[in-house]
């Protein structure tokens, strides 16, 4: 009876968890006919299953926290555990994992675009000139971005307006200084283009190796809670194997729901912490492009 109690009520829940992402999920009107949707296709709307591997890798992941999850209800009586071990399963490397770093990829990408440049650059040319050069062999994270700009200066757009426009683009402060310093140096004329863009350089790798020691300060309260936490579930694991009847209150009702709210309030805990230890969202300098 308790098994099947437990069965239902994990049925249940996970359920509830789909139709909330289910209705969450906006869906655009269509006056044409559609083909039938198969269940795979349901399964990744409804749960926003990312594309490809990470698709199937978090699918693979979730199956093994639900068996997971059965096996220890099994093992130790605790209904809760069907759906702690999944959320576990799942939650866990998210909450425990480096946040990407965008920042230091757009300052690294845009020390190579202007060093190239510098390096082009011959004497007496100016830096629209050393814009359309840098076309031929772009940073992979700004090569689109660098050849839609040398083709509005084609089209004989301003350089300033050429150059917000790719700022609205890329969207990240970092970008909009080094572009505001190229609009700024391109209204100088042809004299000097050289030195600019070397000062440039050495500013913009300043600030990347600045920011790499604040990201690695950063990145040390993340270890020490991976550490903690680790060390956390082998205890906690041992002890429920090894403890005999000392975490024997928690198969009551009440609990179970003690242990969820200790649960909810560590997950919050590490939640606030990915927050403290992520890098700030910054103002942009440049304005939107009116063009």
């Given at each position: 009876?308790?098994?099947l109690?437990?069965?239902?009520s994990?049925?249940l829940?996970?359920?509830?968890?789909?139709?909330?992402?289910h209705?969450?999920?906006r869906t655009?009107?269509s006056?044409?006919?559609?083909?039938?949707?198969t269940?795979?296709?349901?399964?990744a709307?409804?749960t926003?299953?990312?594309?490809?591997?990470?698709?199937?890798?978090?699918?693979r992941l979730?199956?093994?926290?639900?068996?997971?999850?059965?096996i220890s209800?099994?093992v130790t009586?605790?209904?809760?555990?069907i759906?702690?071990?999944?959320?576990l399963v799942l939650v866990?490397?998210?909450?425990?994992?480096?946040?990407?770093?965008?920042e230091?990829?757009?300052?690294s990408?845009?020390?190579r675009?202007?060093?190239?440049?510098?390096?082009n650059?011959?004497?007496?040319?100016s830096?629209?000139?050393a814009?359309?050069l840098?076309?031929?062999?772009?940073?992979?994270l700004?090569?689109d971005?660098v050849?839609?700009?040398?083709?509005?200066?084609?089209?004989?757009?301003?350089?300033?307006d050429?150059l917000?426009?790719m700022?609205?683009a890329l969207d990240?402060?970092?970008?909009d200084?080094?572009?505001?310093?190229?609009?700024?140096?391109?209204h100088?004329?042809?004299?000097?283009?050289?030195?600019?863009?070397?000062?440039l350089?050495?500013?913009?790798?300043?600030?990347l190796k600045?920011?790499?020691?604040?990201?690695?300060?950063?990145?040390?309260?993340?270890?020490?809670?991976?550490?903690v936490?680790?060390?956390?579930?082998v205890?906690?694991?041992l002890?429920?194997?090894?403890?005999g009847e000392?975490?024997?209150?928690y198969?009551?009702?009440?609990?179970?729901v003690?242990?969820?709210?200790?649960l909810?309030?560590?997950?919050?805990?590490?939640?606030a912490?990915?927050?403290?230890?992520a890098?700030?969202?910054?103002?942009?300098?440049?304005?939107e492009?009116?063009?």
């Amino acid at each position: 009876m308790n098994v099947l109690l437990a069965t239902m009520s994990g049925a249940l829940l996970v359920g509830g968890v789909v139709g909330v992402a289910h209705g969450l999920t906006r869906t655009a009107p269509s006056t044409s006919r559609r083909r039938p949707e198969t269940w795979a296709g349901r399964w990744a709307r409804w749960t926003r299953r990312p594309p490809g591997r990470r698709g199937r890798t978090r699918d693979r992941l979730l199956i093994g926290g639900v068996v997971a999850g059965f096996i220890s209800y099994l093992v130790t009586g605790w209904a809760l555990l069907i759906v702690v071990v999944p959320i576990l399963v799942l939650v866990l490397p998210y909450l425990l994992g480096d946040p990407p770093n965008t920042e230091a990829d757009m300052l690294s990408s845009l020390d190579r675009w202007v060093r190239a440049m510098a390096a082009n650059l011959r004497t007496g040319q100016s830096i629209s000139d050393a814009l359309r050069l840098s076309a031929k062999n772009p940073p992979p994270l700004l090569a689109d971005e660098v050849r839609l700009l040398v083709a509005r200066l084609e089209h004989r757009w301003p350089v300033r307006d050429a150059l917000k426009a790719m700022g609205d683009a890329l969207d990240t402060p970092d970008a909009d200084a080094v572009l505001a310093a190229l609009a700024l140096a391109s209204h100088r004329g042809g004299t000097g283009a050289t030195t600019t863009l070397s000062a440039l350089s050495d500013s913009v790798q300043d600030r990347l190796k600045a920011h790499r020691e604040i990201d690695a300060e950063r990145a040390k309260p993340r270890v020490v809670v991976r550490q903690v936490t680790a060390i956390s579930v082998v205890v906690f694991g041992l002890g429920l194997m090894l403890g005999g009847e000392f975490f024997a209150p928690y198969r009551s009702g009440i609990g179970q729901v003690i242990l969820a709210a200790l649960l909810c309030l560590y997950f919050g805990a590490l939640l606030a912490m990915r927050r403290i230890t992520a890098p700030p969202r910054r103002q942009r300098i440049l304005q939107e492009a009116g063009r």
